[in-house]
């Protein structure tokens, strides 16, 4: 027994220093996958000359999240679905789409140091699942944009985000906005710290999407507002929930037709295990 205490209290030590680490807001490696679920949902309202046409979208999924070590500037992000759910259609019909040829499907990137994940390696979208836009898309708010350099004294930092989504329709998202801690919570039973980004977004697309008379192309701006909740003890995120609302312009560019255009949509993630 003699012989193994000094390896027995070797092996104590690291487990005491590795528990008594402090506070840390930058990402690290994950000792084990992280399981997200994913809700998001959106409502477009279209007014033409034949009254108001309304389209909705909603979105179901689990996420498992890995983060390799760090290189260079970025660190290795994958990302699998183990559940994908999608609901699309018009007041009174919905249609259910099922994701499952993408379950289990990898999808490998980078994490940058603002939560931004950049998708290098991707499954080949089924042609089912192409007209509702890329699912690449559910990662905007798997991550909190950290302050810089982890400063936890940071009073405020940019946020910046432009994702270009490629379908039937190009559509281009910028999100210019301002990202800060807002105060301490409690979320089931661990104690953490918020961050709240807000700021302008704009959103353009054009292209022939399923249904229409001819091509379409729109505009619109609004504003986004984000709270992450995030586990300073942990290094991990354990929620998020965003709104979103713009208002625009679409044109059917064949008729020389213009009409007011609006988006309301929010999301929510919660870390499940």
Known sequence: MNRHLPVILGALAVAGCAGARGPTYQFGPTEVPLHYTVEDHGALLVETPMGQQRQTDSTVATLVLELGASAAADRRVTTTFEALDFWVGSDGRRQHIGGGELLGEPFTGTLAGDGIITVTGAPEIPA??????????????????LPPGGDESAESWEHRVTETAEGAMTVETSYDGTA??????????????VILSEGATTIKGRGTPEGAPGEIEFTMSGKRITRY????RGGM???????????????????????????????????VR
């Open 128 to 145: 089912s699942l192409e007209a509702l836009g890329d699912p690449s898309e559910l990662f905007n708010d798997l991550l909190p944009p």
């Open 180 to 193: 800060s801690f807002a105060g301490d919570t409690i979320w089931n039973g661990v104690a953490a710290r």
């Open 229 to 232: 909740i995030w586990d300073p």
């Open 237 to 271: 995120m354990l929620a998020s929930s965003s709104s979103r609302e713009a208002e625009g312009e679409i044109e059917v560019i064949a008729m020389g037709m213009t009409m007011p255009i609006s988006y309301r949509g929010g999301s929510a993630v919660r870390l």
